[in-house]
């Protein structure tokens, strides 16, 4: 975990260059974190990298989708957004079905069990990091 905080805090100041972006190296440190963790082999790896980018495209293109929470005025605002969130929640719940037997041919039991625990704990992270940085 501290070699993901070590990458996100010098690529979260870094500036684009040589036609890498930030989310393209942000993408990186997070398969290079999940190689670490679930222990992935360099032939797993080969095979993971684009399921996983794959995934990850699908998770931003939903999350993207959704607006900033507004303060709800009445309890039929606070309903219709507590809609919203569960309806997101549960597409992203349907990609992450998806990609589960995709990954399942990449990865031993051990580690499938494990992918969507780390992946969290990565995204965790990354959002502290980027509340942190918003607060500062």
């Not at 989310?23 to 990298?49: C, D, G, M, P, W």
């Not at 931003?60 to 005025?73: E, F, H, Q, V, Y």
């Not at 995709?102 to 990091?129: C, D, H, M």
């Amino acid at each position: 975990m501290i070699i993901l905080l070590a990458l996100v805090s010098v690529t979260a100041t870094a500036r684009d260059d040589k036609g890498s972006s930030l989310n393209e190296r942000l993408y990186k440190a997070k398969v290079r974190e999940l190689v670490y963790r679930l222990h992935i082999t360099s032939e797993q790896q080969k095979e993971f990298e684009p399921i996983y980018r794959s995934y990850c495209e699908e998770m931003t293109a939903l999350w993207a989708d959704r607006k900033r929470p507004i303060k709800p005025s009445t309890s039929t605002d606070a309903a219709a957004m507590a809609k919203r969130k569960m309806e997101m929640q549960q597409r992203a719940q349907g990609i992450r079905m998806k990609y589960i037997d995709k990954l399942a041919t990449v990865l031993n039991a051990s580690q499938v069990g494990r992918f969507f625990e780390v992946e969290s704990i990565i995204q965790k992270k990354l959002k502290e990091r980027r509340d942190q940085a918003r607060n500062q």
